[in-house]
């Protein structure tokens, strides 16, 4: 494609040169009413490579070798015309000056200014003559199949911006004899009524569903991806009332590059019906402390760490550091990233946080600057009946990188936490409470800024509820939820670690950021959209089966302690909870007393002594809240 791309700019600068020596030669016969003075040709002959020079740099300086000519526009128009402009302009002076130097006249303004005007209406309609021959090409083509344009797919686009006109285009260029798009719709009154490429806009959306059985739409496109998600969602709704088959243009967010194209519409999805809006970010605040930075993120191959791989490579770190224990997903983010960002300088390291020597290494070797501390086990029930895992992994793992994050001199740690954590009723939040205190009592003695992030489920990440329930629909059913007034709090992956970011360019150490998570989703509703979206019917074609709590599952979540508090940043989904009081030390006691206790596989008193340390963690699965105390705390841990 990028030698094309040459082939294509050397035959445009070929042609141009053309144009500009036989402008001249047109403009000097005029100008002297068709007769050749000789001094004044070879004034011509001699000035006539400089002038070619000109021309050809203004033109390239304006990127007029570099647009696309099949789908030219006003901007393409305008940006002909500087160039031409301000290189007759450039000559004019250039004229000025060697005639005052040499006394002479060399050439004179009218033939510029004549010469000028013919290579603006020759390179620019050179150019615009390229749409028009591909526009006439691929109505001949139409016209050609004329016989089968009764079974030509019928689309309606939704959004009259730059989005939808790009779709027009694309439409027209790659499938005339077997697409054409009949209208569009838009919620602007100004535009109602008015054409977007030649396509009439028909009206908003309350006609979408007049307009689909009135045309007989086959398939409507929705290309709004910057538009406020509650209105997105609206407008799905509706679309999908009508008979018509629907497709969307993501997210701006889910565009690596903000490229827009037929070839990246999907369909709709549980992302779409979230309704959630998009992030606003203070990019030059994100840019400040990641921009030339040694940036590592533990669990890099992860959900929630590979997404803020990518976001963190959108601002030019130094390096990048990918660290999982599981190298298959890591293989694949780093061939991903390799992709996308050809500059960016990335390793991935296949590593352990529970391996102090190992990170003791990595720490020594890549002075990291910046961590975001993703790498957790996060299953409820998984981590309720393996507790000494969640241990090891989370509350252990934590603090090795956090001290190595210190010992170097880290300059930000973030840590990815969870509103599981949030009075606990289950050994994986207590686990992830932990991390929190661990992070806030060694703030406090340490140069490096300790924060931590707290959010509720992503939607889509790996083990959450919704891979599971498209494996029950594809088999036929049943749905399986444990409660049917069950709620979650839910966000977008790519919002996610985008809202990570921008926490951590507010962290001055110690803070526990929790994001907005909007209102929580009901996930017996939640289980009947998927279904729907699946192309059937609940309770009719797929079975909802309710199947009972599970061993420290709650009803809901929280995502604040009641003694927390909040108070808010400049950004309006990102607020700050009251930081805690920890002496580090006895934390670290608590630590060894658990990893001591987890080595012997005492399930029991591990849960107990977890509960000990984590004063709001609340088991279900005992009555007895109370057998654990310091003096036996002390004992486990000295007994390592």
């Not at 409470?433 to 707290?454: G, H, L, P, W, Y």
């Not at 929790?514 to 192309?535: E, F, H, R, T, W």
């Not at 074609?541 to 400049?570: A, C, H, N, Q, V």
């Amino acid at each position: 494609m990028e030698k094309e791309g040459k082939v294509k700019a050397l035959f445009l600068m070929s042609l141009d040169t053309l144009i500009i020596v036989n402008s001249y030669i047109l403009a000097f016969i005029i100008r002297f009413n068709f007769d050749f003075i000789m001094d004044k040709r070879n004034e011509l002959i001699l000035f006539l490579p400089v002038i070619v020079i000109i021309y050809l740099m203004m033109l390239s300086i304006f990127k007029m070798y570099k647009s696309i000519w099949t789908i030219v526009g006003i901007d393409e128009v305008a940006f002909g015309l500087i160039a031409c402009l301000i290189a007759t302009g450039i000559i004019l002076i250039t004229s000025t000056i060697i005639s005052s130097i040499y006394y002479i006249d060399y050439i004179d303004y009218i033939t510029v200014l004549l010469a000028g005007l013919f290579i603006m209406i020759f390179t620019i309609g050179i150019r615009v003559s390229f749409r028009i021959y591909r526009r006439m090409i691929s109505h001949g083509r139409v016209l050609l199949n004329s016989s089968n344009i009764s079974n030509l797919e019928k689309i309606l686009i939704i959004g009259a911006g730059s989005c939808g006109q790009l779709i027009i285009e694309e439409v027209r260029k790659q499938n005339p004899i077997k697409q054409k798009v009949i209208g569009v719709i838009d919620d602007n009154p100004s535009k109602i009524g008015t054409y977007l490429r030649g396509i009439k806009i028909l009206g908003n959306r309350n006609k979408i569903i007049a307009i689909s059985e009135e045309k007989n739409v086959d398939l409507i496109l929705i290309a709004m991806p910057s538009v406020d998600g509650k209105v997105k969602k609206e407008i799905i709704e509706i679309c999908q009332s009508t008979r018509a088959k629907v497709k969307i243009i993501p997210g701006m967010y889910e565009l690596i590059g903000g490229k827009v194209s037929l070839n990246r519409m999907r369909d709709i999805d549980l992302r779409d019906l979230l309704g959630r809006e998009e992030v606003i970010l203070d990019k030059q605040g994100i840019k400040d402390y990641i921009e030339n930075k040694v940036v590592m993120v533990t669990g890099g191959g992860g959900s929630i760490g590979s997404e803020l791989c990518r976001q963190i490579a959108k601002f030019s770190p130094k390096l990048l550091l990918i660290l999982d224990i599981y190298e298959n997903n890591a293989y694949e983010l780093e061939n991903e990233i390799i992709s996308n960002f050809k500059n960016l300088k990335e390793k991935v390291l296949i590593a352990s946080v529970r391996e102090e020597k190992r990170l003791e290494n990595i720490f020594n070797e890549y002075k990291p600057q910046v961590i975001f501390h993703a790498a957790a086990h996060k299953h409820v029930p998984l981590m309720e009946r393996n507790p000494e895992e969640a241990i090891k992994n989370n509350v252990i793992g934590t603090l090795n990188v956090a001290e190595c994050a210190h010992k170097y001199g880290a300059e930000r740690f973030v840590l990815i936490s969870t509103d599981k954590a949030v009075n606990p009723t289950n050994v994986m939040g207590a686990s992830k409470r932990m991390c929190e205190m661990i992070i806030q009592a060694i703030d406090k003695n340490s140069n490096t800024e300790f924060v931590a992030v707290r959010f509720g489920n992503v939607l889509g990440s790996n083990g959450s509820v919704i891979p599971l329930f498209k494996k029950q629909i594809a088999k036929g059913g049943p749905v399986t939820l444990t409660h049917k007034k069950i709620t979650r709090y839910f966000m977008l992956i790519p919002e996610a670690a985008q809202l990570v970011l921008q926490a951590g360019a507010y962290a001055k150490g110690g803070e526990i950021f929790v994001l907005d998570m909007g209102n929580p989703v009901l996930i017996y509703d939640l289980a009947k959209d998927l279904i729907k979206l699946s192309g059937f019917e609940p309770e009719v074609d797929i079975k909802i089966e309710i199947t009972g709590l599970r061993p420290g599952e709650k009803l809901y979540e929280e995502l604040l302690m009641d003694e927390e508090g909040l108070r808010k940043t400049s950004h309006e989904k990102i607020f700050i909870a009251k930081p805690g009081e920890y002496d580090f030390e006895m934390l670290k006691l608590g630590v060894n007393a658990l990893k001591k206790i987890a080595d012997l596989g005492d399930v029991e008193t591990l849960k107990t002594a977890l509960q000990f340390i984590v004063k709001t963690y609340k088991r279900l699965d005992t009555e007895n809240n109370s057998v654990f105390n310091e003096v036996a705390l002390h004992e486990a841990s000295e007994a390592i």
